[in-house]
């Protein structure tokens, strides 16, 4: 098992900045990648980004990209998300997902097998 603990989320302004912290414990040498995802009320939840484990190969949602940065942390088995220029619509809880799949980084939810409990952005106009 692996467990993923998120950090960093609450209140900012439009236009400001976030970062993201999520944690992983337990069997993290069965990772093969971690993605961020996120929820807004009455919303569906949508694919932000992912990161491969162990090269160099990151992922982007479209409304995020040139906005938001995933990065790693191998020792300390962390992934980041860094979220510039804010805007209102990225307000939704977001989650931290990880894949044992050795096929590469995924967009889709379900083929992530780890999910943070989530923490709350929230952008303010």
């Known amino acids: 098992q692996v467990q993923l603990v998120e950090s960093g989320g609450g209140l900012v302004q439009a236009g400001g900045s976030l970062r993201l912290s999520c944690a992983a414990s337990?069997?993290?040498?069965?990772?093969?990648?971690m993605g961020w995802f996120r929820q807004a009320p009455g919303k569906e939840r949508e694919f932000v980004g992912a990161?491969?484990?162990?090269?160099?190969?990151?992922m982007y949602a479209d409304s995020v990209k040139g906005r938001f940065t995933i990065s790693r942390d191998n020792a300390k088995n962390t992934m980041y998300l860094q979220m510039n220029f804010l805007k209102p619509e990225d307000t939704a809880v977001y989650y931290c997902?990880?894949?044992?799949?050795?096929?590469?980084?995924?967009?889709?939810?379900?083929?992530?097998?780890?999910w943070g409990q989530g923490t709350q952005v929230t952008v303010s106009s």
């Open positions: 337990g069997r993290t040498f069965s990772i093969n990648a």
């Open positions: 997902a990880a894949e044992k799949s050795p096929y590469g980084i995924t967009r889709r939810a379900s083929e992530y097998d780890y």
């Open positions: 990161i491969h484990w162990s090269v160099e190969n990151t």
